[in-house]
């Protein structure tokens, strides 16, 4: 089983005799059995130990891994076609731990992050099927708006760390947004896409504390399936736990007194 980009002429390998050209989703992801050409991992493996046609190309979506891809090309072997099969949209690994600030592989929805010109960065959507925001509401065939917010989320603070947080390494980095305009064009479905960011404003001047303006696209199969307008700010992480800490024991002790003074704690 072979990998490429997808540069591959898709409409060469379908005109192939017998050959076929399917879309690949991770079994969280059954819906999308509903739609001609889209195989769930269960599903096409089944197929092919039942002696089923072997597809000239696999176009990977989301919720399929490396494990899940060795697990596919062990069934592959067993037909001896492991190394004819083309399989194609797959971005690489996740990205680091320290770029997106998540501590299960998992719940990281970036991969392959990449400069793309001054201030502006791309990454590939990889979406685990064990994500933390799939666990309990996945239904039709589209993925879940919450995804493409952690998404684009995680996007800006990747892009934070890898362009400015490596200068000041001795720091560590406490990245909130203050603001976010989302606005969703299309459904997005388990399919491949890729997410770009463009640092439109900054103010970088004081290391304990900057601010940034970015511009976000979501776009798969050649359209745009959201954008968003978001401010963020990265804050020394000393500086913004003096002030978290200040502002938590000012709201636990309003609301402390308003209990007290509606005497409550009198009855």
Same mark, same amino acid.
């Given at each position: 089983?072979?990998?490429?980009?997808?540069?591959?002429?898709?409409?060469?390998?379908?005109?192939?005799?017998?050959?076929?050209?399917?879309?690949?989703?991770?079994?969280?992801?059954?819906?999308?059995?509903?739609?001609?050409?889209?195989?769930?991992?269960?599903?096409?493996?089944?197929?092919?130990?039942?002696?089923?046609?072997?597809?000239?190309?696999?176009?990977?979506?989301?919720?399929?891994?490396?494990?899940?891809?060795?697990?596919?090309?062990?069934?592959?072997?067993?037909?001896?076609?492991?190394?004819?099969?083309?399989?194609?949209?797959?971005?690489?690994?996740?990205?680091?731990?320290?770029?997106?600030?998540?501590?299960?592989?998992?719940?990281?929805?970036?991969?392959?992050?990449?400069?793309?010109?001054?201030?502006?960065?791309?990454?590939?959507?990889?979406?685990?099927?064990?994500?933390?925001?799939?666990?309990?509401?996945?239904?039709?065939?589209?993925?879940?708006?919450?995804?493409?917010?952690?998404? $684009?989320?995680?996007?800006?603070?990747?892009?934070?760390?890898?362009?400015?947080?490596?200068?000041?390494?001795?720091?560590?980095?406490?990245?909130?947004?203050?603001?976010?305009?989302?606005?969703?064009?299309?459904?997005?479905?388990?399919?491949?896409?890729?997410?770009?960011?463009?640092?439109?404003?900054?103010?970088?001047?004081?290391?304990?504390? $900057?601010?940034?303006?970015?511009?976000?696209?979501?776009?798969?199969?050649?359209?745009?399936?959201?954008?968003?307008?978001?401010?963020?700010?990265?804050?020394?992480?000393?500086?913004?736990?003096?002030?978290?800490?200040?502002?938590?024991?000012?709201?636990?002790?309003?609301?402390?007194?308003?209990?007290?003074?509606?005497?409550?704690?009198?009855?």
């Amino acid at each position: 089983m072979s990998s490429a980009s997808s540069g591959i002429d898709l409409a060469s390998r379908e005109d192939q005799v017998g050959a076929t050209v399917v879309c690949l989703v991770g079994d969280r992801f059954a819906g999308m059995r509903a739609v001609p050409g889209v195989h769930t991992l269960s599903e096409l493996v089944g197929d092919l130990r039942r002696g089923g046609p072997v597809p000239a190309a696999i176009v990977v979506g989301q919720g399929v891994g490396e494990y899940e891809l060795d697990y596919l090309h062990s069934v592959l072997a067993k037909r001896g076609n492991a190394n004819e099969t083309v399989v194609l949209g797959i971005d690489g690994a996740p990205v680091a731990r320290s770029l997106v600030h998540k501590h299960r592989e998992q719940n990281v929805l970036l991969s392959d992050l990449r400069p793309v010109a001054a201030g502006r960065w791309e990454a590939g959507l990889v979406v685990h099927g064990e994500n933390e925001l799939l666990l309990d509401h996945q239904t039709g065939q589209h993925v879940q708006g919450m995804v493409v917010t952690e998404a $684009m989320r995680q996007m800006f603070i990747a892009v934070f760390e890898a362009e400015h947080g490596v200068r000041y390494p001795e720091r560590h980095y406490y990245v909130v947004w203050n603001s976010i305009d989302l606005t969703f064009e299309s459904f997005l479905f388990p399919l491949p896409a890729r997410l770009t960011c463009e640092i439109v404003e900054s103010s970088v001047e004081d290391p304990e504390r $900057m601010t940034f303006r970015a511009r976000m696209d979501l776009a798969q199969s050649g359209a745009v399936a959201a954008h968003a307008d978001i401010r963020f700010a990265a804050f020394d992480d000393h500086r913004i736990k003096r002030s978290e800490l200040r502002r938590a024991t000012s709201a636990v002790e309003s609301l402390v007194g308003r209990t007290t003074g509606e005497g409550v704690l009198n009855r």
